[in-house]
Every structure is written in structure tokens, then in C-alpha cells.
């Protein structure tokens, strides 16, 4: 019992701070956004849609918003890290570029839970989604996603000056397939893709 109430003091002190400070930095650099492309509060349900910069497509866990469609509009906010949430199942066709907060420490993951089924197309004025980071597709075990397959661009491009990981990287164990159109980029050669 003295052990554990040294160990409480020692906490209440200047390390308490720290483990505070570093568990707020920590929560802060995840942004979450789930697609919702009926405008739903839930953002569940998931579904086909347009995704463009003025569509209110995301529930940010407050709101249905529009996001990534400027620098002052984009995933990850000022200092965060996106995490783009897909559910359900459907195409989603992307009209013109999404913007992604840059910087090599960032990395950003578009996640496809368990059981969704997605279909990402290009928009025929060509579809983008661009970050200066790590971008990571998680596609869950029991998920499904094609990117592609009608001809008309979908363009990944992880610009990422960074040796320690991928700037590109597709995990989680699901079944991806790259179809007509899907174009995947990477700027750097001291980076990788996997």
C-alpha cells in the first residue's frame, strides 16, 4: 500500500504533466473523418456518392462538413493527422483533388472496415488524392476495395522524403485490386511504396 501511494505522489508531481501533456499531444494528431455521403449525423452507413470539395460528405464526429477542398478546408486541420473512415459499401467517384496536410512526419490513412465493399473511381475532369506524407490504405480483413476500373484517373501521390517507412503503403490483410485508372505515385527515391 506505501508502494502504491509513492507511486500516485510520484505522478502528482511533474511527471503527472508530462504523461498529460504527451497523452493531449498525442490525441491531437488524429483527425477523424467518416464518410457519410447521404449527409447522416451517424456516418455509418456509408455508401455510393460524389466525393467533392463542396459536398458535405464527412461527419467529423460533431457535424456533417466538407473537407479537403482547400489548404484552410484540409484532412489532418492545421497540425493533425487524417483518418478517413469508410463503411457499408458502394462507388465513389472523386471529382478533382483533395487536399491532405503535408509534412514528413505526417501520415494519413483512408480505412475500409470490415464487411465494407468500395469501388473508388476518378471523375472524368480526373480525380486526385494528394498528400505530402505518408498516405496509408488499411483495408481490413473482411474488406473489399477496387480502385480503377472505368478508364478515368484516380490518382494516389505520396510525396514522402522519408526512409523509415513507406510513403505509400496498402495494409490491413483486405483484398485490393488496381484497375483502369488508377494511377499510383510516389515523388521521392529515397521513399517506397508497399
Known amino acids: 500500500m506505501t508502494t502504491s501511494t509513492k507511486t500516485l505522489r510520484i505522478f502528482r508531481g511533474p511527471l503527472a504533466v508530462l504523461a498529460l501533456a504527451l497523452g493531449l499531444r498525442a490525441m491531437a494528431q488524429q483527425v477523424e473523418y467518416t464518410w457519410t455521403p447521404d449527409g447522416s449525423q451517424s456516418g455509418t452507413a456509408g455508401g455510393s456518392g460524389i466525393w467533392s470539395g463542396a459536398g458535405l460528405n464527412w461527419w467529423n464526429g460533431s457535424a456533417v462538413i466538407a473537407a479537403g477542398n482547400a489548404t484552410a478546408n484540409q484532412f489532418g486541420g492545421a497540425s493533425g493527422n487524417a483518418l478517413l473512415t469508410f463503411a457499408g459499401s458502394g462507388t465513389i467517384t472523386k471529382q478533382g483533388a483533395a487536399v491532405f496536410r503535408q509534412g514528413a512526419a505526417v501520415q494519413h490513412t483512408m480505412a475500409f472496415l470490415d464487411g465494407s465493399n468500395y469501388t473508388l473511381l476518378g471523375a472524368a475532369d480526373g480525380g486526385a488524392v494528394i498528400g505530402n506524407s505518408h498516405f496509408i490504405f488499411n483495408v481490413a480483413p473482411t474488406a473489399v476495395l477496387a480502385i480503377g476500373g472505368d478508364g478515368n484517373v484516380f490518382l494516389v501521390r505520396a510525396a514522402t522524403n522519408q526512409t523509415d517507412a ?15 485508372g488508377a494511377l499510383l505515385r510516389n515523388d521521392y527515391s529515397n521513399s517506397r511504396m508497399s
Open 166 to 180: 513507406p510513403g505509400l503503403a496498402f495494409q490491413g490483410g483486405g483484398s485490393v485490386t488496381l484497375g483502369a
